[in-house]
C-alpha cells in the first residue's frame, strides 16, 4: 500500500487504471451504488475499482467481484476501454484524476446485504431507462448503454 502522499503524488501525476463493473441482475437491471468518495461524489455510478500494482487483470477482476459485490469468481463480458477525467480528486487538492477504465458487464448472484458500504452509501437498481433519464446518474455510468457516446469515449484504433 503507498503512503497517503505518494498516493497523491501518483493520482496529480499520472493516469489510474481500474476495472468498472456494470451489473445485471436477471431481469437486466442494473445496479448503481450512491459515491460517498470523489470523484463523483454523490453521483450513483457502477461498482469498481483501481487495478493494483503487480495485480494481473484476472487478479483484480476477481479482487473487485469479491470486494464490491461479495462475489467469488464468474465471467464478465468485456464491455471496452474508457477514458474518464475528472476535476477533482480523492484527497479534495486542486488536481484533476483521469482513470483509463476497462468495463466489463458481469450477473450479480450474491447478497444485496453484503454490499460494501465504503465507496457507495446506498444502492439500487435502475432499467436502462431509468439510469439514462437520471440526472443523478453520473455521465461516465451512462456512456456504458449510450452506444453513441461508447464510440466517442472508448479507447479505439488510432488512425493518423
Given at each position: 500500500m503507498l503512503s497517503e502522499e505518494l498516493f497523491k503524488t501518483v493520482v496529480a501525476s499520472t493516469p489510474l487504471i481500474s476495472i468498472d463493473l456494470l451489473v445485471r441482475d436477471t431481469q437486466a437491471n442494473i445496479l448503481l451504488?450512491?459515491?460517498a468518495n470523489r470523484p463523483a461524489r454523490d453521483f450513483w455510478f457502477v461498482?469498481?475499482?483501481?487495478?493494483?500494482?503487480d495485480e494481473t487483470i484476472e487478479q483484480a477482476f476477481t479482487r473487485l467481484l469479491k470486494a464490491e459485490l461479495g462475489m467469488d469468481k464468474t465471467s464478465g463480458c468485456f464491455k471496452g476501454i474508457y477514458q474518464?477525467?475528472?476535476?477533482?480528486n480523492f484527497f479534495e487538492e486542486n488536481f484533476t484524476t483521469h482513470y483509463i477504465v476497462m468495463a466489463f458487464e458481469v450477473i450479480f448472484t450474491a447478497d444485496m446485504s453484503v454490499l460494501p458500504l465504503d465507496q457507495h452509501r446506498d444502492y439500487h437498481w435502475f432499467s436502462e431507462t431509468e439510469l439514462l433519464n437520471n440526472d443523478e446518474v453520473h455521465i461516465h455510468t451512462k456512456w456504458y448503454l449510450q452506444s453513441n457516446k461508447q464510440a466517442d469515449n472508448l479507447i479505439t484504433a488510432f488512425q493518423p
Open positions: 451504488g450512491r459515491r461498482p469498481g475499482g483501481r487495478v493494483l500494482k474518464h477525467f475528472y476535476e477533482d
